[in-house]
């Protein structure tokens, strides 16, 4: 179920660079949540230049949103987004102020995988 969109600048990110970072994060995902790595999904996304701003000026913005099921407690998101922060950083080289991460929940019963609903949490 996790879902993780990676929103950079064209060229910010090689092919080969995002196939690297993809595998990180499934390795990252999997073994943090203890979920299998075919649960987990990675899709990049390009703007064109000129079209990512920060303060309302041009710059190669880089976003990491992440969905994935409700039921986790905030220590563990923390830790996770902080991990999250640092493999993005290091992909992409942006700096603290064009980098954002959010972690969107979805409850369980709102959300399918290998045409199952996804079972809670705290029932796994």
Partial sequence: MPLYTLTTQHGALSSDAKAKLAMELTNLHSDFAG?????????F??????SGFTAGEPAATA?????????????YKRELIQRLWKLFQTAT???DDQIVIGI???PASQAMEMGQV????ANE
Avoid: C, F, I, S
């Fill in 118 to 121: 996804m079972p809670d949490v």
């Fill in 45 to 50: 996304q390009d703007y064109a230049p000129g």
């Fill in 93 to 95: 080289g942006a700096p």
């Fill in 104 to 106: 969107q929940d979805v």
């Fill in 63 to 75: 976003a990491l949103t992440l969905l994935m099921r409700a039921g986790r407690p905030p220590e």
């Fill in 35 to 43: 979920v299998p790595k075919n649960w987990v999904h990675v899709v």
